[in-house]
């Protein structure tokens, strides 16, 4: 069950990007948090198993090609504890899945990235985020 952050009375849906390209991971990081979602980070699969028990993500954004331990091998650890064996992941690599894996993510996005896509993904799967209200001057 996600953790919940609250924003003026709001539920914020989290999102964990898993992702060694620094970059693109703060890039993502600033485009999300701008359209209200609060996002987490790790770099690598050894960490990706206690990030998701940290920040219990409504959404994972998952890189197939991250060091110590495949995209993969983190969703079929992930599938295997039953505390995330509904959670939403979304695949991002340069190549399709391979047809011969038994799909268990809900969407996949082929790198390079469009950010009009994973924003698409994201909203498709777990709704639109909670903007903060902004100030006017």
């Known amino acids: 069950r996600p ?10 849906k989290t999102i964990l990007l898993v992702d060694d390209e620094p970059d693109l991971t703060s890039t ?35 890189d197939v090609m991250i060091p110590l331990g495949s995209g993969y091998d983190v969703l079929d650890r992930m599938r295997a504890a039953e505390e ?16 011969d894996r038994p799909v268990r993510w809900q969407g996949f996005i082929k790198k390079p990235l469009s950010l009009g896509a994973v924003l698409e993904a994201v909203e498709a799967i777990i709704g639109p985020g909670e903007p903060a209200e902004r100030s006017a001057h």
């Open 3 to 12: 953790h919940r952050a609250w924003r003026g009375g709001q539920a914020v």
């Open 28 to 62: 993502l990081k600033a485009v999300l948090e701008d359209r209200g979602y609060r996002v987490e980070t790790c770099s690598t699969g050894r960490e990706a198993l206690a990030c998701l028990r940290d920040s219990r993500p409504d959404l994972l954004l998952l």
């Open 84 to 99: 995330f064996a509904t959670t939403p992941v979304v695949l991002m690599n340069n190549v399709h899945p391979p047809g």
